[in-house]
């Protein structure tokens, strides 16, 4: 199952995938305190346990906000790679990152860990 959320919803995201505007994400439009990326850890960290399953394929459009893209990627990797000992044994699913590409007019995506074009 592919999830599309936004990092913020800052601006209006077309879907390139479903053609649909994508309406959920992990941050409003103000952030208070952007440099606190711990706490915006665990506000995606509480986003992915409550309503992103395990085994899903998430695509996170990047909006921005650099310190934001850390904390997606961190708690991710910390939901995804935790058990009774961490460790990179990964459970089902993937994380993509949908960058926009300006001259192209459209999102251009990006495995989170191996940085390949998709």
């Known amino acids: ?3 599309e959320i936004a ?3 800052r601006h209006e995201i077309v879907s390139p995938i479903t053609n649909e505007v994508v309406t959920e994400s992990f941050f409003a439009v103000e952030v208070e305190d952007p440099l606190n990326v ?3 850890m ?3 960290l509480a986003h992915l346990i409550r309503d992103v399953p395990m085994n899903s394929d998430l695509v996170v459009y990047v909006t921005g906000l650099t310190p934001l893209f850390q904390a997606v990627f961190a708690a991710w990797v910390m939901r995804n ?3 009774p000992m961490m460790s990179l044994d990964l459970y089902p699913g993937s994380l993509t990152f949908a960058h ?3 001259d192209a007019g459209t999102y251009v995506f990006m ?3 191996t940085g390949k074009s998709s």
């Open 38 to 40: 711990e706490e915006h």
């Open 81 to 83: 790679c935790s058990g």
């Open 7 to 9: 990092l913020t919803n």
């Open 111 to 113: 495995d989170a860990l």
């Open 42 to 44: 665990n506000t995606v």
């Open 1 to 3: 199952m592919t999830r």
């Open 100 to 102: 926009y590409d300006k």
